[in-house]
């Protein structure tokens, strides 16, 4: 698996198949466990240096008594090319957790850019969680062979490192533990500015895959909540989940790696990304770079609050505690409060008995209700589709307006970047509620986001960003996507587009082949709703 691939992925589509391998792999392995935990001390974010060219930036940039400051970024290349001037101009710190941090052109070239940076005298530290570092974990270790860079894992694998199943199949006791992610994604550079939203470190998530490329959205973010972020990365940093990259990870060969590794390897391998910045965006901002050499930011204001789970979700719980006190019921919280309308974007949208309550509850209230998902066809996880798909139906019938994003149409548009002949996804996972209150982050609305990974995001209050943000959605749906609509009387599923003038009705799933659509309709019955 790869890249959205989620651990659901391994604990479902491929079970039936990797269970006899498993098992008998572990037969012939001795169970592993991690060494013992080694004392360290703590380690928290120092207080932001008011001097340093970024601080200076930021508090030019900040109206008098304003909160927090954003701006939006739905395009992956604008994004991309955030994080590398942010951390080619961080003087103090370095701040990066991500759930996956690829050895592909573009996690090499962001690696690069904190090994600069720490070779400047910035003090860096990456958080990454251990699930696919497979083809990552040598160049990590390496970079934490630099001075001034510290490496960490989350939620470590003991064993069998150098294969996806080998891993589980080591410690085979173990897939409790195991099956808990850390899927948060942030960067902070000087303690002063970040970038938090959906994207991990890779290709694919800023449109610079020749295979798969994914809509998504982050937000650059100043003001008080990036104190908040700092808070909540240095609870992970310090907890019992998270273990230094060299108490884990072998060298290969047996030497000790060093700088010039890293160089080695990073020089060896295809070149770095040509990253082309279009002089403007889908909202007419130019790229970030120009903005901090002109020394102000053009930022939307508004009161933020960071959320995050705890690095320890759900060790020290059972599940119902997990789920009550999640990332994913506090943005319920803001749904059930919506006085008028909800639009949310969800790549994976498993609402269950629950989520169907709550979606009900709104209708009868009169709040309208809008969901962009992806299709079968765009989806990665075609088994998540099936959870989707079962409430489909009576989210039409509470009155909802149900978009599905077409591979098709999203690599035919522009808006978002040139995905070429790749194949189009959505993964963004936004909210915006009353034309006011928005969130962004990384929980997508299933029973993994609740239970099992632990999640992070922002919600801010103003108008503004709201406004910004339902212009991105409405682009998605009416340029990229398919409506859904149920006939009458006889109630079946229609799926609505255009040719460029006319209206197309379909009622298949579209883009997906025969064989994708029956082995769907054969397994959904048979896959549990609290894995996908």
Not at 135 to 164: H, I, M, W
Not at 261 to 287: H, T
Not at 429 to 437: G, P, V
Not at 496 to 517: A, H, V, Y
């Amino acid at each position: 698996m790869k890249t959205l691939s989620r651990l659901s992925a391994f604990m479902h589509l491929r079970w039936l198949r990797a269970l006899l391998a498993l098992s008998a792999i572990a037969m012939l392995c001795a169970c592993g466990s991690l060494p013992p935990m080694r004392e360290r001390a703590m380690v928290t974010s120092a207080q932001a240096d008011p001097s340093t060219a970024l601080a200076t930036i930021a508090a030019a940039s900040t109206p008098p008594g304003e909160h927090s400051g954003f701006r939006l970024m739905p395009l992956g290349v604008y994004s991309l090319d955030a994080r590398i001037q942010l951390a080619q101009r961080a003087q103090r710190s370095l701040v990066v957790q991500y759930y996956q941090l690829e050895n592909d052109a573009v996690g090499r070239l962001l690696l690069r850019s904190l090994r600069e940076a720490a070779l400047r005298g910035v003090k860096v530290r990456v958080l990454v969680d251990d699930l696919y570092t497979v083809k990552s974990q040598q160049l990590l270790l390496a970079l934490s062979e630099t001075q001034n860079v510290d490496v960490r894992l989350y939620n470590p694998f003991c064993c069998g490192r150098n294969g996806f199943i080998s891993r589980f199949a080591a410690s085979p006791h173990e897939i409790g533990r195991l099956n808990h992610r850390m899927h948060n994604k942030l960067f902070i550079a000087d303690g002063t500015m970040a970038v938090v939203g959906g994207r991990n470190i890779a290709d694919e998530y800023f449109v610079l895959s020749e295979a798969q490329n994914f809509i998504d959205m982050d937000a650059l973010i100043i003001g008080k909540v990036v104190p908040q972020f700092e808070t909540i990365f240095d609870g992970y940093w310090n907890s019992e989940q998270v273990r230094p990259i060299e108490e884990i990870v072998t060298p290969e060969g047996g030497q000790k790696l060093t700088g010039a590794d890293f160089d080695s390897w990073v020089g060896m391998a295809a070149p770095a990304p040509k990253i082309e910045l279009p002089p403007s965006d889908i909202l007419g901002y130019g790229p970030i770079g120009e903005e901090l050499d002109g020394g102000r930011l053009g930022l939307l204001w508004g009161e933020a609050l960071a959320i995050a789970d705890p690095a320890s979700k759900p060790t020290y719980m059972t599940e119902d505690e997990a789920v009550a006190t999640s990332v994913t019921m506090k943005v319920w919280g803001l749904l059930l409060d919506a006085k008028t309308d909800v639009e949310l974007t969800s790549p994976y949208l498993v609402p269950g008995e629950k989520g169907m309550a709550a979606f009900e509850d709104l209708a009868n209230r009169n709040v309208k209700l809008t969901l962009l998902t992806n299709s079968l066809a765009a989806n990665d996880e075609p088994l998540v589709h099936t959870g989707y798909a079962r409430y489909r139906e009576r989210l039409l019938k509470t009155g909802a307006d149900v978009y599905e994003l077409s591979p098709e149409r999203t690599t035919a548009s522009k808006r978002f970047g040139s995905f070429g002949k790749s194949l189009g996804r959505l993964h963004a996972k936004t909210a915006a509620i009353d034309k006011r209150r928005v969130f962004i982050g990384s929980m997508n609305l299933d029973p993994r986001s609740a239970s099992q990974n632990t999640e992070m995001g922002v919600v801010v209050d103003s108008p503004q960003l709201a406004r910004e943000m339902l212009r991105i959605i409405n682009i998605s749906k009416l340029q990229n996507s398919y409506r859904l609509r149920l006939t009458k009387p006889a109630g079946t599923l229609e799926w609505l587009t255009t040719d460029g003038e006319n209206e197309m009705i379909l009622t298949t799933e579209p883009e997906s082949g025969f064989f994708k659509r029956l082995y769907n309709s054969l397994i959904a019955p048979i896959v549990p709703e609290m894995l996908l």
